[in-house]
């Protein structure tokens, strides 16, 4: 059940900057505020121009502010995958209360008992998700509060992620005028709220097609096993379209979104458009199916990578198949094409919330509704990180609590792209190992 209360999503996208405000009513979502601006100081999901990103934010929020008639001064943060690597964790105190009665602060000194580890100087926590409690050998609890015990156990992940990005992101918008609440792994929100409880259950895809690059992750057994990113996504299709068609970037897009498709079939040669051809006077006639056939190029190149991992875990044998969504997604044909290449079934999420259903939105409306289902134990154990404070209470804006409860393993990429073949061949071992029994 959601909390009532308000929540205020952010998406710092490569393309865009998104932020969404959602009302909770009774575990009803009411969107009442949406800011889009345009971004420049992104570069294949990575902040590279800390100045612009901050213009893109704060003119997202101010739309956002506007109509929904509040003063924005915290938010939820997209974090993305890039990177992110994952640890099993395990802490054991002693009830340290007279009565033998499990408080909060029992809850944080577990915590921080499972995070006794060498962390390496580049990295940083971001999160950890308690998993489940042992109260006196007694298993399973996922909430021990009020509970008499003597000895507390917690077991549970921890998420650690390269502190130049987590710096950026929180740079970026405190230098916007707002507070950091809550770092959210964007896959965590995706995999939870874009699918069903079957879905969770037995296995599905989700691929998250954005302008910078693409997400691949896999829920299975209700935990997200799984996460590859790859440095492609839509503004590689508009770049393809710019260099074959010999025209400005500007007009590139344009061509994509008014006349692209990503499945030749669809198309037909008798069908033309004019282009402006840099260096020419007049424009210049091209027909639909060869504009296709660009855009199929690099689509296709960006499935079969995905697909190349996946086969890996056997992860396309699970029954609930593949998911897209994210602005590349919403390309007519692509679809198509995903049914063709991962041959298992296919389709579409596009959010159901009136004036955004497109999937270029799902990303900030995850981050809004995954911060609203959660409940207090992530927030207490939170506050078990170094450099974390504890918060007692939502601010003036926004209420805002954010709980994990899945499991996820991220293969490490690098950005540059002559490393991301060698990076990809050293985590395959332990790939194999960690997934092997899985998906029997």
Known sequence: MAKTGMYVGLDIGTTSVKVVVAEFIEGQMNIIGVGNAKSDGLNRGIIVDIDKTVNAIQRAVRQAEEKAGIQIKSVNVGLPANLLEVENCQGMIAVSSESKEITDEDVRNVASAALVRSTPPERQIVAILPQEFTVDGFEGIKDPRGMIGVRLEMFGVVFTGPKTIIHNTRKCVEKAGLTVNELVIMPLALTETVLSDGEKDF??????????????????????????????????????????????????????????????????????????????????????????????????????????????????????????????????????????????????????????????????????????????????????????????????????????????????????????????????????????????
Not at 394 to 410: C, F, G, L, R
Request: no cysteine; charged share 25%.
């Open 203 to 440: 296995g599905t895809i989700v691929i998250d097609m954005g302008g910078g690059q693409t997400t691949t992750s896999v829920m299975h057994d209700k935990q997200l096993k799984f996460t590859h990113v790859n440095q492609e996504g839509g503004e590689f299709v508009t770049k393809d379209v710019s260099i074959v068609l010999n025209t400005s970037f500007n007009n590139a897009e344009a061509l994509k979104i008014n006349y692209g498709d990503a499945y030749p079939e669809r198309t037909s040669v008798s069908e033309e458009f004019p282009v402006d051809v840099i260096g020419k006077s007049e424009p210049v006639k091209v027909d639909e199916r060869y504009l296709s056939e660009v855009i199929e190029a690099r689509v296709e190149q960006i499935f079969k990578k995905s697909k190349e991992v996946l086969d890996e875990i056997d992860a396309l044998e699970l029954p609930g198949g593949v998911i897209l969504t994210g602005g590349g997604a919403s390309l007519p044909g692509v679809v198509d094409l995903a049914q063709e290449i991962f041959d298992a079934s296919v389709k579409l999420y596009v959010p159901n919330h009136m004036g955004l259903r497109n999937p270029v939105f799902t990303n900030v409306i995850s981050i809004v509704e995954y911060s609203a289902q959660l409940n207090d134990i992530y927030h207490i154990a939170k506050g078990a990180i170094p450099g974390e404070k504890i918060k007692t209470s939502p601010s003036i804006a926004v209420q805002q609590e954010v709980q994990y409860d899945t499991y996820a393993d991220s293969v490490q990429e690098d950005y540059d792209d002559s490393e991301i073949h060698e990076s990809g061949e050293k985590v395959t071992g332990k790939i194999k190992d960690f997934f092997s029994n899985i998906f029997d």
